[in-house]
């Protein structure tokens, strides 16, 4: 234990190396925030203000664009003031705190999308018992479950990692403070601890995405049986925003954090990342919106009375 040393501060090296690409990156995800920040409030205020979308579906996405916003709100902004600055430095509370929230809320959001595949589920199976099935007790009752279990996750993965006696080192490869890069820097990481930690992306990532397939699987067995073709096409339409958007998050998240690394992929990992703490959030409410005609009266009614407000 001689060589480990106790540090309260580290250094986030980010997109440092990318010295020329910074100004730019700064603009592109300003810009990017701003959007996710303005699309998941609208869709949140249009959901509150449509007694229309007073539903399970959409109280649903109402949670998920809370902690969409919410997620991005814990990366976003100590991002955007790292490219501005010469330091890049962290300290031990900020890096906890950050990926206590960061890995939580995303948690959240892939048991959030559990939940509303078995929504879309009950509403093609048991179209005639849905209200009873879906009461909002229900659907607010899967909602804690999903903030509960993100909540536990997080508290073990952190009460793990910031267990460990960190070496020499303090520079943390990567702009916000994940699992793998901040490990990395440990003195004493047992393969025990190692072990419990790989598991925890499969438990979420898996786990849900299991969930999801099980809901989708019994829903295509039940459309299949379908004689009327225009039945088919509603049930599937039903389903194709959720459809894209699992697709959208899956994606880039199992790129990110379930295929193998070596220290060579540095730079890739940290463009993957960025990837999918930008875009994942901005992807998914123009999905709901674009593919959604409820939504966009709905947005419509929120952009008009925001323009009558401002004028």
């Known amino acids: 234990m001689g060589n480990h040393t106790t540090m309260n501060t580290f250094l986030l090296w980010g997109f440092s190396s990318f010295p020329d690409l910074q100004q730019l990156l700064f603009v592109v995800v300003f810009f990017s925030h701003v959007t996710i920040l303005a699309a998941n409030v609208s869709i ?26 919410c997620t ?50 009950s509403a093609i199976h048991h179209p005639l018992h849905y209200s009873i099935l879906m009461t909002p007790k229900i659907c607010f009752q899967m909602m804690m479950a999903s903030f509960v279990v993100g909540i536990l996750v997080s508290l073990c993965v952190v009460s793990i990692v910031f267990t460990l006696s960190f070496c020499d080192s303090k520079t943390i490869r990567h702009f916000f403070c994940d699992i793998t890069p901040v490990v990395s820097l440990a003195c004493d990481y047992t393969f025990l601890q190692k072990m419990i930690l790989l ?11 299991i969930l999801i397939m099980i809901s989708y699987v019994l829903i295509l067995s039940i459309v299949v049986k379908m004689t009327s073709a225009k039945g088919r096409y509603k049930a599937f339409s ?33 463009l993957m990342a960025l990837t999918y703490t930008v875009l994942t959030p901005l ?29």
């Open 72 to 121: 991005s709100m814990v990366i976003i902004p100590r991002m955007l003031v790292d490219l501005q600055s010469e330091t890049k430095m962290i300290s031990l509370p900020e890096r906890a705190t950050q990926m206590f929230f960061f890995f939580g809320l995303g948690t959240n959001n892939c048991f959030i999308l559990a939940a509303m595949s078995y929504d879309r589920y």
């Open 238 to 270: 039903t389903c194709s925003s959720h459809l894209t958007v699992v697709s959208i998050h899956y994606g880039f998240a199992c790129f990110s954090y379930l295929r193998p690394k070596n220290n060579d992929s540095f730079n890739e990992d940290t």
């Open 44 to 69: 949140m205020v249009a959901i509150k203000r449509s007694h229309n979308l007073h539903t399970p579906m959409y109280f649903f996405l109402y949670g998920l664009s809370l902690s969409e916003t």
């Open 283 to 311: 992807l998914n409410p123009i999905v709901y919106s674009l593919r959604n005609k409820a939504m966009q009266i709905a947005l419509r009614k929120v952009v008009g009375n925001a323009k009558s407000f401002i004028t």
């Open 199 to 209: 598991a925890f992306s499969p438990f979420v990532l898996v786990g849900s995405f």
